[in-house]
């Protein structure tokens, strides 16, 4: 699963959280392209992969959107809605299941077929 473009060597490992998903402290070192080896650490906040789709209502030429409650925003001084496209958590299921449950489930609208575009991951650097 690892590319081995980026040479890593991880140091230390430490779980900080293991609440409601799992919090690490990675220490590792990264080989830069002069060859130095530095030092480095970062926390990931693993909350397991997800799939999202935008659903498009091709008779109204609109897309279909829903609308749910997050807390952080509400934490940060918004109302706490989002509008959002139809998404969940793939929760050990492949993400074609996942994301027709969660279209019927968020949206009322039942997929018979869904086609996979792309793959994004978050990710914040310091």
């Avoid at 991880?10 to 799992?22: A, E, G, H, P």
């Avoid at 030429?61 to 925003?73: D, E, G, K, M």
């Amino acid at each position: 699963m690892h590319e081995k473009n980026a040479k890593i060597r991880i140091i230390k490992t430490d779980t900080l959280s293991d609440d409601w998903y799992v919090l690490k402290k990675y220490t590792f070192e990264l080989q830069r392209q002069n060859g130095e080896w530095q030092r480095q650490s970062r926390e990931v906040y693993d909350r397991g992969n997800g799939a999202t789709i935008l659903l498009y209502n091709r008779e109204r030429r609109t897309v279909i959107l829903t609308r749910q409650f997050r807390f952080p925003t509400y934490m940060n001084g918004y109302p706490g809605y989002l509008i959002e496209t139809a998404a969940g958590l793939l929760d050990n299921m492949d993400a074609e299941s996942r994301i027709k449950a969660e279209a019927e489930e968020e949206t009322g609208f039942r997929l018979a077929n869904v086609q996979k575009v792309l793959e994004a991951f978050m990710s914040r650097a310091p």
